[in-house]
């Protein structure tokens, strides 16, 4: 299977789209040249082919497919997963962390597990929100940023808010401009369901945060409350 999805994304790509990608990244990626839609299609058509799988046999496919190292493979695999979203828990978390540890290497790929596959293990078992705090510590900027936006559809529900004004407390004054774009990223979705909430939390850290954090942050405001945030 992983030799047949090979040959298929070599047959899609393109070396404009390849280019095209490469634009989008400060870190160096290894495309196809596939596009989106097309790796949305090609999820589709395997998970026809893998859905009946033991579970073991699908993590076995997805975790190859990270290996290889190629942009598309990662965010297939992310799609692909995503079509079990119902079935994701403890294990799954566990195993998407370690996705995220061991390959997930820039921003694309971290938003595709985030916003695909986290998400879907929180919302199962609510209870897995509390460990996100944990990897604000780490020293792979990935995964600080993973802690804020496994969170951000959670936010634009007004769920989880002690948990996620926790974890933008503890990056709050992170120098990594990535991270900062997450964290900002996850109170702008917040704002929209708890918006008193969020904007109290960031009048308290308007001196001591990025510029950049606030702006994204501030996106969906009104008036009054960019004046509260911005100044």
Known sequence: MLARVDARLRELGTPEVAATARRFFKEPVDPYGVAAPQIRALGRELYGEV??????????LCTALWKTGKLESGGLAAYLYSRFGKQCGRCEFQLFERWIDRYVKNWAHTDAVCTLLMEASIRNEPELARELAG???????WKRRAAAVSLVKAGRRGEHLETI????????????????????????????KRPREVVDFLEKWKERTSRLLLRYAAEKMNANERKRVLG
């Open 135 to 141: 990897w604000t510590e780490s020293k792979n900027r």
């Open 165 to 192: 004004l926790e974890v933008a407390a503890r990056m709050m004054e992170d120098g990594d401009e990535m991270v900062q774009k997450g964290v900002g990223w996850m109170l702008k979705e917040t704002h929209e």
């Open 51 to 60: 859905k009946a799988w033991p579970l073991a046999e699908r993590n076995k």
